[in-house]
């Protein structure tokens, strides 16, 4: 059974820094791509960055130059670094598979970004 866990996320003021965390369970984490999505109130949820099997990345537009994702496979683990920190930002962020084959969906981890 796959499990996600995700953590990191709190309250930060506009222009902060956050490290989001994802670690999995319960699958074979080298093999995958992996991807953080966040859904904000009201929205839809939005694959914002991507981190493939060879460490490479791709991000949203929207965060281009901002985040940085990464993935540490000893550890089962991918990361989002979040710097330059807007309100639009603010979200509830979600790991799983980019694409269609997703599994079942964590509790995921809330980022609000306000003075």
């Known amino acids: 059974q796959v499990q996600l866990v995700e953590s990191g996320g709190a309250l930060v003021q506009p222009g902060g820094s956050l490290r989001l965390s994802c670690t999995t369970y319960?699958?074979?984490?080298?093999?995958?791509?992996i991807g953080w999505y966040r859904q904000a109130p009201g929205n839809q949820r939005e694959l914002v960055a991507t981190?493939?099997?060879?460490?490479?990345?791709t991000y949203a537009d929207s965060v281009k130059g901002r985040f940085t994702m990464s993935r540490d496979n000893a550890k089962n683990t991918a990361y989002l670094q979040m710097n330059s920190l807007k309100s639009e930002d603010t979200a509830v962020y979600y790991c799983?598979?980019?694409?269609?084959?997703?599994?079942?969906w964590g509790q995921g981890t809330p980022v609000t970004v306000s003075s």
């Open positions: 319960g699958v074979i984490f080298p093999s995958y791509n």
């Open positions: 799983n598979r980019p694409g269609e084959q997703i599994w079942q």
């Open positions: 981190v493939y099997l060879d460490g490479r990345a």
